[in-house]
T-cell receptor
Framework: DQQVKQNSPSLSVQEGRISILNCDYTNSMFDYFLWYKKYPAEGPTFLISISSIKDKNEDGRFTVFLNKSAKHLSLHIVPSQPGDSAVYFC???????????????FGPGTSLSVIP | GAVVSQHPSWVICKSGTSVKIECRSLDFQATTMFWYRQFPKQSLMLMATSNEGSKATYEQGVEKDKFLINHASLTLSTLTVTSAHPEDSSFYICSARSAHQPQHFGDGTRLSIL
């Protein structure tokens, strides 16, 4: 049973426009969410995170929105750039206590292509 | 710069041999390290969680005798794939974290068993 879902395996966006990547989760115990970016043959790179006590977190061109009642989060990238083309993984954990033992559950990823 | 180093990045070996993969945190003490496996076009699947000085916790379906994990220090964890077979061919990725920090990932190891 997939606890973290990314229903769009791929997304194409024109350079300069907004990219919106969606993620849904089923486990109500999750309270810490992360987005990772991954290029081929490399490990994922941490992008941005959000705690369940917030509904929005912004870092430069990247903004993550969290809707707890809908168990949904989204990553907005604006403006999109060709270098943003990568696979984006949504991840979640029950990290309220922020212990070192917390597992992170990853979604299947969405491949973003930003067209110049 | 990279905060987690994984070595080797690519290895090809014959069926039946054992392969060791190292994961090092470069500028922080990692109380916990994680090992993942990724099949083509699929997500990262957690194999095991490794805490320094204690036995690793394996996920359901992962053979602990097949995938030996040692977390000898706060900066080093190793994964040994014992008696590797072609079905073990995959992309293995480690990550490391300290308390209150997100996981930082290595660049992965492409393992090909002939």
């Amino acid at each position: 049973d997939q606890q973290v879902k990314q229903n769009s395996p791929s997304l194409s966006v024109q350079e300069g426009r907004i990219s919106i990547l969606n993620c849904d989760y089923t486990n109500s115990m999750f309270d810490y969410f992360l987005w990772y970016k991954k290029y081929p043959a490399e490990g994922p790179t941490f992008l941005i995170s959000i705690s369940s006590i917030k509904d929005k977190n912004e870092d430069g061109r990247f903004t993550v929105f969290l809707n707890k009642s809908a168990k949904h989060l989204s990553l907005h990238i604006v403006p999109s750039q060709p270098g943003d083309s990568a696979v984006y993984f949504c991840a979640a954990s029950s990290g309220r206590r922020q212990t070192s033992y917390d597992k992170v559950i990853f979604g299947p990823g969405t491949s973003l292509s930003v067209i110049p | 710069g990279a905060v987690v180093s994984q070595h080797p990045s690519w290895v090809i070996c014959k069926s039946g041999t054992s392969v060791k993969i190292e994961c090092r945190s470069l500028d922080f003490q990692a109380t916990t390290m994680f090992w993942y496996r990724q099949f083509p076009k699929q997500s990262l699947m957690l194999m095991a969680t490794s805490n320094e000085g204690s036995k690793a916790t394996y996920e359901q379906g992962v053979e602990k005798d097949k995938f030996l994990i040692n977390h000898a220090s706060l900066t080093l964890s190793t994964l040994t794939v014992t008696s590797a077979h072609p079905e073990d061919s995959s992309f293995y990725i480690c990550s490391a974290r300290s308390a209150h920090q997100p996981q930082h990932f290595g660049d992965g190891t492409r393992l090909s068993i002939l």
